[in-house]
């Protein structure tokens, strides 16, 4: 909504220039024009929403495109009679043309971004990104648990068959697809899997501890989320250091919000570089999935660790 305001009081800020002299007189006429176009652009914003839930429901493209630019005309209309009231504007004919062309184009436009942001949920720039992050955790994850459970099948079979079962387990979260929305307990609960097979092949090596608070688990974000940045902590603190690698998972209700820390202790020296690609795909998917509602932080802190941060809205999950 703050964008399509902003993007409407420009079209029309930058239209006033050409009647002005001076810039007093450009905040003048702003100020008063403002008066009648925000009324009117609330009004269709308030349409198009509704719309949307109509959308879903099935209504043919072809007709909501032409209620969009009909409400966009009819808002038109109502400036061009709010502008008359304001003395900004004649009765003549070619300002109404003028006001509700400009209403029904600008209608369109922002229309066709909505429409264009509702289908670039997941752009195909991050699935490619994910697909290939997939690619890379599979073939050398794979190995080693397997390896592990091949080396636990005789000391310890019931050891091996956890492992078993908790790798078919991320394994079927990797098929249920990158664009699924799933519950932060579920991808908390999927973490814990991934890092107790890790836990079978280090040892001593990994110290791990959680601090869950309950009620943020019903926060809604996109499956495989926190399992790549778990495994980032593994790659880049853990393995490479000979004594191994403390990591710790927090999540907690902050002011309406989830608020989820990854922190994991950095081997001294030089720290292994890696490309980030586990980062950006995290940071793209939760801004497509919250907009402006995320924030996403990652990097070194005090005390030779690296930090991940994430805060989420915090809303119920809708049951299907």
């Not at 079209?11 to 925000?38: I, K, N």
């Not at 009004?43 to 959308?55: D, I, K, Q, T, Y």
């Not at 509702?118 to 955790?137: D, F, H, K, M, V």
């Not at 814990?192 to 601090?211: P, T």
């Amino acid at each position: 909504m703050l964008r399509t305001l902003l993007f409407v009081h420009g079209v029309v800020a930058l239209g006033l220039c050409f009647r002005v002299e001076t810039l007093r007189q450009w905040l003048v006429d702003v100020s008063v024009v403002v008066a009648a176009v925000l009324p009117a652009t609330l009004v269709w914003l308030l349409a198009a929403c509704a719309l949307g839930r109509a959308a879903r429901r099935g209504v043919p493209l072809g007709a909501q495109w032409l209620v969009m630019c009909g409400l966009g005309a009819a808002c038109g209309a109502m400036a061009w009679g709010l502008l008359i009231v304001l003395g900004q504007i004649t009765d003549a004919v070619p300002g109404a043309v003028a006001t509700v062309g400009s209403g029904t184009a600008l209608a369109a436009a922002v229309f066709h971004w909505l429409r264009q942001r509702t289908r670039l949920r997941l752009p195909a720039g991050t699935q490619a990104r994910l697909a290939e992050l997939q690619s890379r955790i599979r073939p050398h994850f794979l190995f080693n648990a397997l390896n592990s459970a091949i080396a636990l099948v005789r000391v310890d079979p019931a050891q091996a068959e956890a492992v078993l079962e908790d790798l078919s387990e991320l394994f079927r979260a990797a098929l249920v697809g990158s664009g699924e929305r799933v519950t932060l307990g579920d991808e908390v609960e999927l973490a814990q899997r991934y890092l107790a097979i890790e836990q079978v092949r280090f040892g001593d090596r990994l110290k791990v501890r959680w601090k869950i608070d309950p009620l943020v688990a019903s926060a809604r974000v996109p499956s495989l989320l926190l399992q790549p940045l778990v495994e980032n902590a593994v790659k880049h603190g853990v393995e490479p250091s000979p004594s191994g690698g403390d990591i710790r998972i927090r999540a907690q209700a902050h002011h309406g919000q989830a608020l989820v820390t990854i922190t994991n202790t950095v081997p001294a020296g030089r720290p292994r570089k890696g490309h980030g690609m586990a980062l950006h795909n995290v940071r793209d998917r939760l801004a497509l999935l919250h907009d402006l509602d995320m924030r996403f932080e990652a990097g070194p802190i005090e005390g030779g660790r690296f930090r991940v941060r994430l805060l989420i809205p915090l809303v119920k999950a809708q049951r299907t």
